[in-house]
């Protein structure tokens, strides 16, 4: 827990990233999580699990970024990666960050660059994700999800089964009919905010999930998304929905590029959407460190890198 902690407070210390990467360490040791630094890159590995039965998503690597400038960069990055998905008919969805909208800056900067995703992502027919950050951007990003969401149905959104709040927004996204990943919760909080304890995390997860599979949210046209490597979660989704009689087309299992890959074609084999999130782009230190932070055993594959160095 302790070294889990240490791993994302130091997730947020861009200057240990950067001196990784001054050290020529980056590339062998991110490949595994991270398709490479170009769109071009990712939509290749998505093209490959397009190939094996596995839908896909696509994270262009960034988060709170400091200028407009740069979140509208960011902005056009994914309105191209649309384009190019449309146009290679690849079974894709986008799933990007608000802070790398713009969220820091101002509300207004970020709308404005939600709306230009949002569109090119209707015109195309491709959802476009939003993804959950630290909780004290929960608030702000369920808001601007509700308020786009009804121009914008292709829209979807996260919550985070750590967060204790979160029993209340999943009723909220479940009025609205939402579309709704169910994830873990991959950010430092404190334990006023989150279970410390990950037992606590895992049985909201089973609670969170089963109210997302209930008629009710059924009813409303609710879609969820499972995005979890947990085998005990990934069952327990199935054995709900199969209860309710939800049909495999009614939800999805979400896994992130290069954990768990074993586990892929099971899930393919027993009629379930599997989609896999493929991350890019440079600036790939934090969700490389959150990646480390979830499971400390990968510190083995650090430590076996940095000795080879
Ligand atoms: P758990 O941590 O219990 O892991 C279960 C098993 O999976 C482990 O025993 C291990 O075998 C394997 N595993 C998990 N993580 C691993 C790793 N890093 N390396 C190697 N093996 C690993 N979070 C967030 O806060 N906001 C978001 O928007 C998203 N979005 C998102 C999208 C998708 C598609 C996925 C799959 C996940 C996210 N997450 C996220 C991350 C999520 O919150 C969570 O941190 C991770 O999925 C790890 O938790 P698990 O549910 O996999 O369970």
Redesign the pocket.
Known sequence: MLLKTALLALSERRTVGEAMARLGLTRRLVRR?VAGTTAEDALAVIARLNGEGLAG?VTYLGEHVASEPAALAATQEYVRLLDMIHARNLDGVP?LKLTQLGLDLSPEICRANVVRVAERGSAVGRRVWI???GSAYTDRTLALYAELRPRFPLLAC?V?S?LRRTPLDVERLIELGATV?L?????REPPSVAYPD?ADV?RA?GRLATRLLAAQAEGRHVYP?F?????R?QALARTRAEARAVEPSGYEI???L???PDLHARLRSEGLTV???VPYGEDWYGYFM???A??P??LVFLARNLARH
């Open positions: 999580f998503a799933s993804d959950m950050e996260v985070q750590a990943r994830c873990k919760g991959a950010y990950k895992d997860y998304a995005a979890t490597h947990d085998e979660m979400q896994m992130l290069g954990i768990r989609r896999v999130l959150r990646r480390l979830e499971r055993a990968n």
